[in-house]
């Protein structure tokens, strides 16, 4: 008789450490299920054209100030997550394979001289292929199943941009706060720089030139990079294509 009662409070002493063992366990399946989860991250649209958001400064006579509104190319990424977790943009990396100013011949552009400020600047005198990458800290989330968008503006650095327009053929590369990436490009971009007589106007541009001839260069240059494979080009950068060909 003792040894039965013994048996049987054994077995009920057991069964709270074995719900408890359950239990642990189911947390941390659930754990290990949840980290499992990952977003995975692919374009659903891209363009790139002019943002007029840009803050920049004017110089002028010796002095300078701040100011806002300025118009510089961007590119606008929708991105679609089909990921069973959360996608995180940490880091966006630009591919620069082209990038070089554009001769206005001979054109000025007047007393002062405006110069925006990008999201990544490019500098003007280093050699391409090279990279550059955001430098403020990014942290886009786009969650499991949605959509949604961002803007990047790209364009030459401030501190060495001048009136003439500048031209840049770019890759963006999308770094993922899981390790992976995304290449999106490669994009055209235009900057339009401060040339009184060679600007963008509307859906075209304004060019103003003594001699037509003297273009011929320029219009080849905008004309080879739109042969180029797969290439996206911003709205402008197909305008000022299309506002050359009569100097090609």
């Known amino acids: 008789m003792i040894s039965v009662v013994s048996l049987g409070l054994s077995v009920v002493a057991l069964i709270p450490a074995f719900d408890s063992a359950r ?20 374009v659903a649209a891209v363009s790139a ?26 590119v606008d990424i929708a991105l679609r997550n089909r990921g069973s977790g959360s996608a995180t943009i940490t880091k966006v990396t630009v591919n620069v394979s082209r990038s070089e100013t554009l001769d206005t011949c ?10 925006a400020h990008y999201s990544v600047e490019i500098p003007i005198g280093k050699r391409p292929p090279f990279t550059v990458s955001t430098t403020e800290d990014v942290r886009f989330e786009v969650k499991s199943g949605e959509n949604d968008r961002f803007s990047l503006a790209i364009g030459p650095d401030s501190s060495e941009a001048g009136t003439s327009p500048w031209i840049g053929v770019v890759t963006l590369r999308l770094h993922d706060l899981d390790g992976s990436d995304l290449d999106i490009g490669p994009m055209a971009l235009v900057s339009s720089g401060g040339d009184e007589n060679f600007y963008p106007n509307g859906s075209s541009w304004k060019i103003k030139v003594k001699s037509s001839s003297c273009l011929r260069n320029t219009a080849q240059t905008v004309s080879e990079v739109l042969k180029l494979p797969g290439i996206t080009a911003s709205k402008e950068f197909a305008a000022l294509d299309r ?5 090609r």
Request: no cysteine.
């Open 243 to 247: 506002a050359l060909r009569p100097y």
């Open 23 to 42: 239990s642990g366990q189911s947390q941390a399946d659930t754990a290990k299920s949840e980290s499992d989860r990952r977003g995975l991250l692919e």
């Open 49 to 74: 054209k002019f943002t007029d958001k840009l803050k920049g400064v004017e110089k002028s006579s010796g002095s300078e100030r701040d100011i806002t509104g300025l118009s510089g190319p961007a």
């Open 106 to 115: 001979g054109a000025t552009g007047g007393e002062y001289g405006v110069t």
